[in-house]
Nanobody, 120 residues
Framework: QVRLEESGGGLVHPGESLKLSCVSS????????MNWYRQAPGKERELVAT???????YYTDSVKGRFTISRVMPKNSVYLQMNSLKPEDTAVYYC??????????????WGQGTQVTVSS
């Protein structure tokens, strides 16, 4: 059974940094894509950053220049370095892995989430 486990969340002041980690277990192959999502209270879950198997990265506009996503293959670990944090970054952050199986079908795995709170 594949599991994703996030860590590194916490309470910080505006302008400070945090690094989120996501470690996976139970997979016998490298994930195609690894993502970080977040969900703030009363809002829908949104994609924050993606690192594709090719190494190409994507960031939502609100975090460009502040957040950096990276991954370690084939350990299927992904990290999110968050700098210059703002109160609007407050959310539960989720690790996600998705892609396609070689023999057909798709997969979509989620972690349980880690709380990030940015407050003065």
């Amino acid at each position: 059974q594949v599991r994703l486990e996030e860590s590194g969340g916490g309470l910080v002041h505006p302008g400070e940094s945090l690094k989120l980690s996501c470690v996976s277990s139970g997979s016998r192959f490298s994930f195609d894509n690894m993502n970080w999502y977040r969900q703030a209270p009363g809002k829908e879950r949104e994609l924050v950053a993606t690192v594709y198997g090719s190494g190409v990265t994507y960031y939502t506009d609100s975090v460009k220049g502040r957040f950096t996503i990276s991954r370690v293959m084939p350990k299927n670990s992904v990290y999110l370095q968050m700098n210059s944090l703002k109160p609007e970054d407050t959310a539960v952050y989720y690790c996600n892995a998705n892609g396609a199986y070689i023999k057909g079908g798709t997969y979509d795995y989620w972690g349980q989430g880690t709380q990030v709170t940015v407050s003065s």
